[in-house]
């Protein structure tokens, strides 16, 4: 793991905490992002939307509050039309996003185990299910 000790330009909703806060940086750092770029995809939301309520400003936290509560068709971009994907294999895609997103980065899988588990039908979502990632 390398500390960035210069100048850190980031970009807020994609930053790993352990980066954002200590500046660590790994290639977890890149498993992080992905994991948010892809509940960007599902749901047509940025990551971060500050002219929201604070209680709701955050993708990651509403996923999480969404995931934990079975509900995650709530999740998935209203323009899309539910005959054009199989609510099964959103569920899995938001379980295999929201595992890129845990802390600490040691639990997030490589984004080798990342390709597999989305090109391999049969690959089962990591076990134990996500728990809940870290919000800042």
């Given amino acids: ?44 939301r940025r990551s971060t939307n500050f002219d929201m309520e604070p209680v709701t400003n955050s993708l990651l936290q ?27 294999s959103v569920k899995r895609i938001i379980e295999i996003a929201l595992m890129c997103t845990q802390s600490p980065a040691s639990v997030r899988p490589a984004m080798s185990e990342v390709v597999v588990s989305l090109t391999n039908d049969s690959s089962m979502v990591p076990k134990p299910p996500p728990g809940k990632p870290t919000l800042f």
Avoid: C, Q
């Fill in 1 to 44: 793991m390398r500390r960035i000790t210069s100048l850190r330009r980031a970009y807020w909703g994609y930053t790993a905490p352990e980066y954002a806060i200590h500046g660590h940086l790994s290639e977890k750092v890149d498993t992080y992002s992905f994991g948010i770029v892809v509940l960007e995809i599902i749901s047509g």
């Fill in 62 to 88: 509403d996923t999480w509050n969404l995931y934990e509560s079975d509900m995650h068709s709530d999740l998935i971009d209203e323009t899309l039309d539910p005959k054009d994907y199989n609510m099964d």
